[in-house]
């Protein structure tokens, strides 16, 4: 396994952690009441899904790149 997959690895995993606390944070009453008056998510929740969609597509694209190279 080279170095690249490696760090694909961490960073897909990391991506995958902040998603899932993204989708606990989202179910929260008061997130749910914030999101139902205002029609977005709190700050934090946003931070918490930007992150990990991110972390998850370059996580994603780094193993990708990893394993074509071989």
């Known amino acids: 396994m080279t170095q690249t997959n490696i760090i694909g690895l ?22 749910q009441v914030s999101e139902a008056l205002t029609g977005r998510f709190t700050g934090n929740t946003m931070w918490y899904l930007i992150g990990g969609v991110i972390g998850v597509v370059a996580g994603g694209a780094l193993l990708v790149r990893g394993f074509a190279r071989v």
């Open 10 to 31: 961490v960073v897909l995993a990391v991506g995958t952690i902040l998603l899932f606390f993204a989708w606990r944070a989202s179910n929260t009453p008061v997130e």
